[in-house]
């Protein structure tokens, strides 16, 4: 199998890992897009309502997706994103943190090495967050490392067992390029045209049995898939299409 190219170039993430400087001048650019971007929202009233109480949820965005995500977090409310604990989730972390966002870290387990990054621990982490401080989670669940747009099961898991629902959230834009990486990950460019769609709140099922398990899983990913597809259709953007099913 061929190694996928990540999604900051290695020597590019190497050099900015941890650096504060590249942390402070990608919150910028990121700022810059959305003062900039004359963004088309739709589908928001349900986390609206959400985001006013004090019950957590869950917020859902492909890895390809998620540069403007920091952008959305509820001001009163608190945000908490799952990060790998990677070169390039350090980079993330500091990123949204400038945003007001805290992280738990941890990825799932590496096939490739062979080891565990931390991933039952970050799940507690994010549980607890729900459960205790009533907070938005937000999770990329086809990261760090895929297939694209193709929904892992930690993050049903998580919802299903704290009872909490889900919206997913999809951005385009007009003008921006994707990445020659395995998410084909969306980098907008400022002043132009811009969508962003939000899903309706999802809620677990109570049924408890694995199907039905599965089923809120593969429901989870239709509904990231068909907001995503909604902003690119509303930017007049070409679909990206998510990665072969089972693809590793």
Not at 35 to 62: H, Q
Not at 99 to 125: F, N, Q, T
């Amino acid at each position: 199998m061929s190694r996928r190219r990540a999604t900051i170039p290695r020597r590019l993430g190497r050099a900015l890992a941890g650096s504060k400087a590249a942390a402070a001048l990608i919150s910028f650019y990121i700022w810059l897009v959305a003062r900039t971007t004359r963004w088309i929202v739709t589908g928001r009233a349900g986390w609206d309502a959400l985001a006013a109480k004090p019950e957590g949820f869950v917020c859902t965005t492909w890895h390809g997706r998620l540069f403007m995500s920091p952008t959305i977090a509820p001001p009163d409310k608190r945000a908490v994103a799952m990060i790998s604990a990677s070169r390039d989730g350090d980079l993330i972390a500091a990123i949204v943190g400038r945003w007001g966002v805290a992280a738990v870290r941890g990825s799932s387990h590496d096939h490739a090495k062979h080891k565990a990054k931390g991933g039952a621990e970050a799940y507690v982490a994010a549980a607890r967050e729900l459960s205790r401080n009533g907070a938005l989670i937000a999770i990329t669940p086809d990261g760090p490392r895929g297939p694209r747009m193709r929904a892992q099961a930690g993050v049903a898991q998580l919802a299903f067992s704290q009872r909490a629902p889900v919206i997913a959230v999809g951005f385009s834009v007009r003008w921006g390029r994707h990445l020659a990486s395995w998410d084909r990950f969306l980098l907008p460019l400022p002043f132009g045209r811009g969508a962003m769609v939000y899903s309706e709140p999802r809620l677990p099922p109570e049924d408890k049995s694995p199907q039905a398990l599965a089923r809120f899983r593969q429901a989870l990913e239709d509904d990231l898939n068909e907001v995503t597809n909604r902003a690119d259709d509303l930017c007049g953007r070409p679909h990206v299409l998510p990665a072969a099913a089972g693809l590793a």
